[in-house]
């Protein structure tokens, strides 16, 4: 019953934005009629897909991987299009048909640039945080490892975190788009990591929203030590991974518990917070840890560095990068791999070095 409320909900929130889209489309470009309607047919097969998701079958994973880009692409797209061609009509039928063709034209440029930028290169972005320790940590988050992650491109992430020489790699969360099945090829690729950096990692909202237990079950005693709101020793510094906060909905029993995290700390360590969402840091300012390391927002997968402007800061209040408020630091890694769409347009993969000073 949940899930056809929720299909519901969706479906009356997405369904006229395809409506408008369709008929501005096909109205201003009547010529490629035919085109409109293929790509829309095209796109919103995942529809039809959406309450089988998590039957975790191989045709479920297939599907979710064919017909899940083009779906939420395209939705994308058509919120995009929709609000400013329909207010180009103020301007007359040829102004309004000239603003969509230019919109359509930015579109297709776009999208090899951006199919490009989310699949290839990697970002290794450098941070000095005002906190002692005088530790090395590289932070990777959001792989959303699943059906057509290359084995290859999880080796080449993991190789260059190893390249930095760092005394700790910590996976901030969403290491697995849901489904646990992906989780061996995750750990598969953590081989070219040298036995002597551990690989820290914590809960992210997609491991809860599958079957976060099996996740887990596997993940102990292998290569990644998961933390579930537990602590790890290294050296002075005491990282304290929390546990994410979907699974307040999902698996209370794995609610985050900072207290929990912070067990066992020895008087005299270096709190640090690692968590997948960047809402942790209200609790560690609460506690006046110095540091909180999450992911997370993706950046909205769309932005530009130099102006620290994302489409995901339209949403939340910490959407990349560092932020400082009273005693305690917050970094917000913009993740290194991408959520379903195959597509970052000026937000690199981002592999995060920081440096405790």
């Not at 929720?6 to 201003?28: D, E, K, S, Y």
């Not at 919103?44 to 692409?73: E, H, K, Y």
């Not at 040829?94 to 951006?114: H, Y």
């Amino acid at each position: 019953m949940r899930v056809v409320i929720i299909f519901a909900i969706v479906l009356a929130i997405f369904g006229p934005f395809n409506f408008i889209a369709i008929r501005l489309m096909t109205r201003l470009h009547p010529r490629r009629k035919r085109i409109v309607y293929a790509l829309a047919i095209l796109c919103n097969v995942m529809w039809l897909f959406l309450p089988i998701l998590n039957s975790r079958t191989d045709f479920s994973r297939l599907m979710r991987a064919l017909f899940g880009p083009p779906w939420f692409g395209w939705l994308a797209f058509v919120i995009v299009y929709s609000a400013p061609i329909a207010l180009a009509r103020i301007g007359g039928e040829t102004f309004q048909r000239r603003v969509s063709r230019v919109f359509l034209w930015l579109v297709l440029i776009a999208i090899p640039i951006g199919y490009y930028t989310a699949l290839v290169p990697l970002r290794i972005e450098h941070v000095k945080v005002q906190t002692p320790g005088g530790k090395k940590l590289v932070v990777i988050a959001d792989l959303h490892t699943g059906l057509f992650t290359r084995p290859s491109r999880l080796e080449q992430i993991f190789r260059t975190a190893a390249e930095q020489h760092p005394d700790a790699i910590l996976l901030a969360g969403d290491l697995i788009d849901d489904d646990p099945h992906f989780t061996p090829k995750l750990l598969a690729a953590t081989r070219v990591v040298p036995p002597s950096i551990p690989i820290l990692a914590t809960l992210g909202n997609h491991e809860t929203y599958g079957a976060p237990l099996e996740h887990i079950a596997q993940l102990r005693g292998s290569r990644i030590r998961l933390l579930v709101n537990e602590g790890y020793a290294l050296g002075n510094v005491w990282i304290a991974g929390l546990s994410d906060y979907a699974a307040l909905q999902n698996h209370p029993e794995l609610a985050p518990n900072l207290d929990a995290a912070l067990r066992g700390k020895p008087a005299d360590a270096i709190p640090i917070v690692v968590a997948h969402q960047p809402r942790a840091f209200a609790d560690a300012k609460k506690r006046g840890i110095p540091l909180t390391l999450t992911a997370h927002t993706h950046g909205g997968q769309v932005g530009f560095r130099p102006l620290h402007w994302t489409l995901a800061g339209l949403f939340v209040k910490y959407d990349m990068g560092p932020y400082r408020e009273g005693a305690s630091e917050l970094y917000v890694n913009t993740g290194t791999g991408y959520w379903l769409l195959p597509f970052r347009l000026g937000l690199t993969p981002e592999i995060t070095v920081v440096e405790l000073r």
